[in-house]
T-cell receptor
Framework: QKEVEQDPGPLSVPEGAIVSLNCTYSNSAFQYFMWYRQYSRKGPELLMYTYSSGNKEDGRFTAQVDKSSKYISLFIRDSQPSDSATYLCAMIGTGGAQKLVFGQGTRLTINP | EAGVAQSPRYKIIEKRQSVAFWCNPISGHATLYWYQQILGQGPKLLIQFQNNGVVDDSQLPKDRFSAERLKGVDSTLKIQPAKLEDSAVYLC????????????FGPGTRLLVL
C-alpha cells in the first residue's frame, strides 16, 4: 500500500464547474499537507499549505484536511481553463529528517 | 526573488553513458532536495542536503547516482552509468528556514535514456 493515494484521472470538467480533488494517506505522523500545481514541462508550484486538520481558503481554492479519516481535499470554484494542470497532494511529518511524500497527481482539464 | 535554477533543461543520452545535472537554489535556502519524477507519477525524493551535509539519501541508488553540494550552495547530481529506467524529470527544490515546510521547485531536467 502506498503512503499517499491519489486518483490519477484524467479529470475533465466544463469551465465554471466546481472541482474536487482528493487524497488519502496511511501515515498518521503526517502533520503538514500541501497541494502543488504542475503545468506541463514545469516544476511543481505550491498552491495551498495546511497544518493539521481544518479548512483553508485562498481565493477560488479551498483545502480541507480530515486527519481522523486520513483524507485531504482541494476544491476549485469557478474553474478556469488556466487551471488545467496536474495537481499533486503532498504531506510531511515533523522533524528535520522527514520526507515530503507526494501523491501520483491528478491531471485536470477545464474545457472552455 | 529569483527561483530555483536548473540546467540543462533537456538531455538525451544512451544507456551506460554518464550525465550530470546542476541546481542553484534560492539565495539563502539552506536545504536542497533532488527528486526523480517518472512520467505519470509524483516526485520521489532522492537526496536531501542541509547546507553541504547529507540529511537523507536512503532512496538514492548509490551504485550509479551521486550528488554533492560543495560550499552549501549549488548542487550537482550525477548518474553513471545510466539505465533506461532512469528516464525521468529530475527536479531540484530548496527550502528556507522560516519554519514552514514549503519547498520551492525548479523547472526540472528532462532526461531520456535510449
Amino acid at each position: 500500500q502506498k503512503e499517499v493515494e491519489q486518483d490519477p484521472g484524467p479529470l475533465s470538467v466544463p469551465e465554471g464547474a466546481i472541482v474536487s480533488l482528493n487524497c488519502t494517506y496511511s501515515n498518521s505522523a503526517f502533520q503538514y499537507f500541501m497541494w502543488y500545481r504542475q503545468y506541463s514541462r514545469k516544476g511543481p508550484e505550491l498552491l495551498m499549505y495546511t497544518y493539521s486538520s481544518g479548512n483553508k481558503e485562498d481565493g477560488r481554492f479551498t483545502a480541507q484536511v480530515d486527519k481522523s479519516s486520513k483524507y485531504i481535499s482541494l476544491f476549485i470554484r469557478d474553474s478556469q481553463p488556466s487551471d488545467s494542470a496536474t495537481y499533486l497532494c503532498a504531506m510531511i511529518g515533523t522533524g528535520g529528517a522527514q520526507k515530503l511524500v507526494f501523491g501520483q497527481g491528478t491531471r485536470l482539464t477545464i474545457n472552455p | 526573488e529569483a527561483g530555483v535554477a536548473q540546467s540543462p533543461r533537456y538531455k538525451i543520452i544512451e544507456k551506460r553513458q554518464s550525465v550530470a545535472f546542476w541546481c542553484n537554489p534560492i539565495s539563502g535556502h539552506a536545504t536542497l532536495y533532488w527528486y526523480q519524477q517518472i512520467l505519470g507519477q509524483g516526485p520521489k525524493l532522492l537526496i536531501q542536503f542541509q547546507n553541504n551535509g547529507v540529511v537523507d539519501d536512503s532512496q538514492l541508488p548509490k551504485d550509479r547516482f551521486s550528488a554533492e553540494r560543495l560550499k552549501g550552495v549549488d548542487s550537482t547530481l550525477k548518474i553513471q552509468p545510466a539505465k533506461l529506467e532512469d528516464s525521468a524529470v529530475y527536479l531540484c527544490a530548496s527550502k528556507g528556514t522560516s519554519g514552514k515546510e514549503t519547498q520551492y521547485f525548479g523547472p526540472g531536467t528532462r532526461l531520456l535514456v535510449l
